[in-house]
């Protein structure tokens, strides 16, 4: 897996296709980012803040895809915040 360069999304979406039929929501992803211990979770969130950070190509589905990127870094953001201050 060291050669994949799909982002976390699309990652999870074809994970989740493949185990269910149907690709994850932004809040399913959210909700098994729950799941991940504090070191995974900060590692995750400086992935995407890094991808955040590249250029942006103004086509619509990368402007689509970034939208995405950025609710689920909200997302993803605020339930850190929550285990964080839940010392977990």
């Known amino acids: 897996m060291a050669n994949d360069d799909r982002d976390l999304i699309e990652r999870a979406e074809s994970m989740t296709n493949k185990l269910y039929g ?13 799941l991940y211990g504090l070191q995974k979770r900060a590692a995750t969130l400086e992935d995407i803040d890094a991808e ?7 086509s619509p589905h990368s402007l689509r895809r970034r939208v995405k990127l ?19």
């Not at 955040?52 to 103004?58: K, M, N, S, V, Y």
């Open 22 to 34: 149907s690709p994850a929501s932004i809040g399913q992803i959210a909700d098994n980012f729950a």
């Open 70 to 88: 950025m609710e689920l870094r909200r997302k993803m953001g605020s339930v850190h915040e929550a285990l964080r201050k839940a010392k977990r």
């Open 52 to 58: 955040l950070r590249g250029e942006i190509d103004f």
